[in-house]
């Protein structure tokens, strides 16, 4: 069983800064690419930002210098620092995962996804 647990989502004014994190646990082999994906109110669920194992990062135009996405291995932990944030950011915030588990393939491994938590940037 292996679970992604976020946290660290909130109310913030607009311009300000939030910082979420992404908790890996369970049966896990290798952690490989981790990344965020959020979702507004009638929109669809949209990549945000994702980074490799190796710590190669990619990120969607519009955060790109407002939006830093990190790992630690040891903790199995991604998090994603929010700079400058904006109402448009405003939305629900999911952590992905690609996890080889106990037992699994290292040519298929697992896609797995956290719980959500909700960004409001509002003033």
């Known amino acids: 069983q292996v679970q992604l647990v976020e946290s660290g989502g909130g109310l913030v004014q607009p311009g300000g800064s939030l910082r979420l994190s992404c908790a890996a646990s369970?049966?896990?082999?290798?952690?490989?690419?981790m990344g965020w994906y959020r979702q507004a109110p009638g929109k669809q669920r949209e990549l945000v930002a994702i980074i490799s194992s190796g710590g190669f990062t990619t990120y969607r135009d519009s955060v790109k210098g407002r939006f830093s996405i990190s790992r630690d291995n040891a903790k199995r932990t991604a998090y994603l620092q929010m700079n400058s944030l904006k109402p448009e950011d405003t939305a629900v915030y999911y952590c992905?995962?690609?996890?080889?588990?106990?037992?699994?393939?290292?040519?298929?491994?697992?896609?797995?996804w956290g719980q959500g938590t909700q960004v409001t940037v509002s003033s």
């Open positions: 369970g049966s896990i082999v290798s952690l490989n690419g």
């Open positions: 992905n995962a690609e996890i080889v588990v106990v037992g699994g393939s290292y040519t298929r491994p697992n896609d797995y």
